[in-house]
Every structure is written in C-alpha cells, then in structure tokens.
C-alpha cells in the first residue's frame, strides 16, 4: 500500500516535472498571473536596464551607455540596495505586467520585454540553461564592462553610447 502509494507520488511528480519543462510558466502563465518568485526569476540579470540611457532631444531616440547607475555592482550586476534602491534612485522603475509593454526603452533582450512580446528566451537565461552565470559567460551581460556614473561626469555620458551584444544598431 504504502509502495504503491509511493510509486505513484513519483509518477505524478515525474509528469510534473516533464510538464514543466515542455511547458515553463513563461510560456503558459499570463504574467499578470506568475507568483512574485516567478516574477522576479525572470530577470535574466543582465544589468542593461540599470545603464543611464540619454534620449535625443530632437527626435527622441534613446541611446544606452555604459554608464552604470550610482547602485549597480558592475561586477556582479546586481543592484546594491534593491529593496529600498528607490530611496536612492527614485526613478527607478519598477516593472509590472501593465507597464512592460510601453517600456520601448527597455533592452531588445530583456527577459520580460521578450515574454511580454510572446519570444522565447534565449538559450543563455538561466531558467533555459539552469545557470545563472552563463549570461555572463557568454558576454550577454554588461558585467565588468560598466563605469559606475559617480565617476563620469555627465558631458562625458554622451561620450559613453554603446551597442549592447543582442541590441540593435544605432539608428543614425
Ligand atoms: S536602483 Fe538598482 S535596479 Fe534601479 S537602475 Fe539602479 S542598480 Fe538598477
Ligand atoms: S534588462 Fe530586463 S532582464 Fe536584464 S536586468 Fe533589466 S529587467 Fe532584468
């Protein structure tokens, strides 16, 4: 009895298990349903969002540089103080199910951007490769390649645009 019961817990978790991985909760949930730990698990860490982004105030084209914000750990690109980063930096945005789709600004690769455009993600997030360092091995992450903004003023920002790998060309 106790076997059986056994066994058929196993049963059921492998289906689980083979479910979940045919099916992931980025392609079948609606995001405004994910739970806050799926959410959260989406960010790929790249730390693009987390560069100070100049716009053109002529055609309102926004350009990325590899100027990091002031909270940014360049070497790890984590946000220093998460929780309470708005203290901060207050504009920083928070991203949610409602305002990801007119975020335009946000990274071409970014993770929410993708799944809220119905993409895949790429082979490199870690809920894909089971790894959350392969975006850094794989050079998709602005780690190590940032200056933090505390040490560039902001006449050299201008200075500072750049094509992040899996962004697209400038438009000039
Ligand atoms: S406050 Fe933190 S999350 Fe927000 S842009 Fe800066 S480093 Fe990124
Ligand atoms: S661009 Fe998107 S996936 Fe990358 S760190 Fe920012 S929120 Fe996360």
Known sequence: MSHKNISQKHESQKHESEASVSNPYWKTKDMADMTAEEWENLCDGCGKCCCIRLEDEETNAVYITDVSCKLLDGQTCRCTDYVDRKKTV???????????????????????????????????????????????????????????????????????????????????
Do not use: F
């Open 90 to 172: 207050p504009d920083c945005v928070t991203l949610t199910p409602d305002n990801i789709s007119s975020l335009q600004w946000m990274p071409q690769t970014c993770a929410y951007r993708l799944v809220a455009e119905g993409k895949a993600l790429p082979d490199y997030h870690h809920l894909v490769s089971g790894s959350k360092e392969t975006i850094h091995e794989r050079g998709m992450s602005v780690m190590n390649a940032v200056t933090s903004e505390i040490l560039v003023s902001e006449a050299e920002q201008a200075r500072r645009i750049v094509i992040w790998p899996g962004e697209p060309d400038l438009d000039v």
